[in-house]
Structures are given as structure tokens and as C-alpha cells.
Nanobody, 115 residues
Framework: QVRLVESGGGLVQAGGSLRLSCAAS????????VHWYRQAPGKQRELVAA???????NYADSVKGRFTISRDNAKNTVSLQMNSLKPEATAVYYC?????????WGQGTQVTVSS
């Protein structure tokens, strides 16, 4: 079992920055992949960024060049640095941890970008 706790959400003006964190605890395997998803009201959950335990990253086209995903394997934390935020980034952001064929989700953290 893996427990995930997200933090760092909040209210920011367009053009601003936020840094989200996902802290994992429990039975952590060294081989895993972590994703950040977001879900805006009335919309489907979408993948924002991903990172493997080896450090390979992938981003949605809509955030490339503005968002950076990183991880600290020693601390079992994954961060999402979000710069140049746009109002359309307003959503609940979820951390998703994949290991050994199982997926775990955090409770989500609200990000609101005002125009």
C-alpha cells in the first residue's frame, strides 16, 4: 500500500507560479512511475506530466516549456513546478503512483488561476 499526500495548491494570478508536491509513504518499490493529472470542473481527468524512477519525463503539449516534473527518490517525493500559469490550468491536481502493476491516487490539491 502506498499513501500519497499532495500539497502546494492555491490561488495565483495568471502568469504566476506554483509548486506542487506529492509525498509517498508506505511500501515503495524502487521501480515506479509517477504522474500528475488534473481535472477541471465538467471535464475529464487529463495527464499533465509523468516521470519514471529513472528520471525520464513526459509532458502534455499544453504545458511543455512551462511545467517541470522532478523527483527526489531518497525522500519519495515528486514535484511539479508550474510557471506562466494560465486560467485554463484551474483544476484539481492529482498525484498518481504506479508500481508493481498497481496504481495509487492522492486526494488532490486545488489550483486556481485568476485572470
Amino acid at each position: 500500500q502506498v499513501r500519497l499526500v499532495e500539497s502546494g495548491g492555491g490561488l495565483v494570478q495568471a502568469g504566476g507560479s506554483l509548486r506542487l508536491s506529492c509525498a509517498a509513504s508506505g511500501s515503495i518499490f524502487s521501480i515506479n512511475a509517477v504522474h500528475w493529472y488534473r481535472q477541471a470542473p465538467g471535464k475529464q481527468r487529463e495527464l499533465v506530466a509523468a516521470i519514471t524512477s529513472g528520471g525520464s519525463t513526459n509532458y502534455a503539449d499544453s504545458v511543455k516549456g512551462r511545467f517541470t516534473i522532478s523527483r527526489d527518490n531518497a525522500k519519495n517525493t515528486v514535484s511539479l513546478q508550474m510557471n506562466s500559469l494560465k486560467p485554463e490550468a484551474t483544476a484539481v491536481y492529482y498525484c498518481n503512483w504506479l508500481q508493481h502493476g498497481l496504481a495509487y491516487w492522492g486526494q488532490g490539491t486545488q489550483v486556481t488561476v485568476s485572470s
